[in-house]
């Protein structure tokens, strides 16, 4: 490894697969390099098979150069240049008609308000460039709200667009891999969970209907076709990152080809592996600071400490020499028989530690139906029970429709808690449970 100028070079050795090794490069930030240094990068580029990034925000024009200069780059430059302004992935990806919230470049205060009146409030402002850990978004509630939001994000010269709001219920992402044949594999879809607009907590495999995961993984398929260069790419739109992604961290435990050898796999023209899980469920927590220096260290120490006392949890810690607030530190990867199950695991081991507020009651009463349109009817039995102050859960699981999904709430329903399951359906949805 060697670290010279801000930029960090890694080598990988991968004999008899390929002219000779990977070079990794980031080179941050984003700057033109010296002519110095661009002959250093190139002499060992030469040495190198397959160039790829650590990550996005590099410098484009020098991967550019390398690309004329006949150096093999996966991804292409000009899917990092794309990927790397968030407007400019917008604009390409409407072009080739993935569905998106409406947006609009903004470039004074005027435009923005009238980009308010279009697309009402609450309106998200975001930064094109080096948007990504919650940095570079901005909500705001009304039109007074205007200035502020875009005073947080450096103001008009850092570049910024504005999206319609899209209320959702849960975020959705979806690992895929492209071979340098343009085979393409997707992972299972996940949901991932929020804390300060910092990725939290990542479930899989997702509790949403057959036709949702199916819709994600066509929305991912297509954004990705239309995109050049080998490797893994994770797909949230609103968001495509050309790399490894913090979503698919799960997939060392969980998968049986994790995300990072399927990266390596597809640059190097290997046949993709096998993405499919290997565990009936994972959840992966990050770990994210939750204080400034010693006192954060101590507390992730403990809470990794807690982890190793539970069943099929993994501990990945990344060695950063500073603690900072919300700062990734480290992940936990818990594996199971069912997501129910890993949620229970996931709250003792947080509230043996103190780490998290549980003081919600945990639901005694699961509600189940075999689709939305049961909802009408079954609302009454959660109004009347939280009436008396039994805590309830709701979810839709159908013997014929996502039977595995039925099987996993009900053999977990003990160990989480769950007293008493009302379930209802208009047919046959419930006749095997």
Avoid at 21 to 43: D, G, K, Q, R, S
Avoid at 292 to 299: H, L, T, V, W
Wanted: aromatic content about 8%.
């Amino acid at each position: 490894m060697i670290t010279w100028l801000g930029a960090l070079m890694t080598v990988l050795l991968l004999k008899n697969l390929l002219k000779g090794p990977i070079l990794i490069l980031n080179l941050f930030p984003l700057f033109a390099l010296t002519e110095v240094f661009m002959f250093i990068v190139y002499f060992l580029v030469v040495r190198c098979g397959v160039l790829t990034v650590e990550i996005e925000h590099v410098d484009v024009a020098t991967l550019e150069k390398l690309e004329q200069q006949g150096i093999d780059c996966e991804p292409k430059a000009s899917t990092i240049r794309i990927i790397q302004d968030k407007y400019l992935q917008k604009v390409h990806f409407s072009r080739h008609g993935i569905p998106l919230p409406e947006f609009m470049e903004i470039n004074n205060l005027e435009e923005t308000k009238r980009a308010g009146e279009l697309y009402g409030y609450p309106l998200m402002i975001k930064s094109k460039r080096l948007a990504y850990d919650g940095r570079g978004n901005a909500v705001a509630k009304s039109e007074e709200e205007l200035s502020s939001a875009i005073d947080v994000l450096g103001g008009f010269g850092h570049g910024l667009y504005v999206e319609k709001w899209a209320p959702f219920i849960k975020e959705l992402a979806v690992i895929v891999a492209r071979g340098r044949d343009n085979s393409i594999l997707c992972y299972p879809v996940v949901e991932t969970i929020h804390k300060e607009n910092i990725c939290h907590i990542v479930k899989a495999p997702v509790d949403v209907p057959w036709r949702i995961r199916k819709l994600a993984n066509d929305v991912a398929y297509k954004a990705i076709s239309s995109l050049e260069g080998a490797g893994v790419f994770a797909i949230l739109l609103n968001e495509v990152a050309p790399r490894p992604h913090n979503s698919g961290h799960h997939t060392i435990e969980s998968c049986y080809t994790s995300q990072f050898e399927q990266h390596l796999r597809a640059v190097v023209g290997l046949p993709l592996g096998d993405p499919s899980m290997k565990t009936p469920a994972a959840i992966m927590y990050n770990l994210l600071g939750e204080d400034e220096g010693e006192p954060g260290f101590k507390m992730a120490h403990q809470l990794i400490a807690r982890a190793l006392e539970i069943p099929g949890a993994t501990a990945h810690w990344y060695d950063k020499p500073e603690m900072r607030r919300q700062r990734k530190m480290g992940h936990i990867t818990l594996v199971g028989p069912s997501v129910g199950v890993l949620e229970a695991r996931l709250k003792s081991m947080l509230r043996e530690e103190g780490y998290e507020n549980l003081n919600e009651a945990a639901p005694r009463v699961g509600i189940v139906m075999g689709s939305d349109s049961d909802l009408p009817v079954m609302k009454d039995a959660v109004r009347i029970l939280n009436m008396f102050g039994v805590s309830t859960e709701v979810r839709i699981v159908s013997a014929h429709r996502t039977p595995e999904l039925m099987y996993s709430y009900a053999s977990s329903a003990r160990e989480r808690g769950i007293q008493v399951i009302i379930a209802g359906a208009g047919g046959a949805a419930h006749l095997p449970g």
